[in-house]
């Protein structure tokens, strides 16, 4: 389940990689999104990242960006409002490219 469909948006399962040299998706782990993310893992600075990074990607503000589960661990359940699975799979092959 890499993603799904919600009534508020779509959830993205993510795997992340704090302390990346750059902020970038990288393809599939298991059954996850990885996501490299710069920002190292300590006080919240990786989510907050990612909530950016993810912002960005799927032209929204961080704060329609919502990590559900793994707010302390590598893999999450991320919530993008607004978003169908449809769109947030058409704009990530884009950035993939």
């Known amino acids: 389940m890499v993603i799904r469909e919600d009534p508020r948006g779509c ?15 990288t ?34 503000g961080p704060a329609a960006v919502e990590i559900l589960s793994g707010h302390t661990g590598r893999r999450k359940k991320v919530l993008i409002r607004g978003v169908g699975v449809g769109e947030a799979r ?5 950035t993939e490219q």
């Open 11 to 25: 959830v993205l399962a993510v795997w992340l990689q704090p302390r990346a040299s750059k902020n970038e998706i």
């Open 27 to 60: 393809g599939v782990h298991g059954e996850s999104l990885r996501i490299r993310i710069t920002a190292p893992p300590v006080e919240g600075r990786a989510n907050k990242a990612l909530s950016s990074f993810l912002g960005e990607i799927f032209g929204v």
């Open 90 to 94: 058409r704009l990530m092959k884009l």
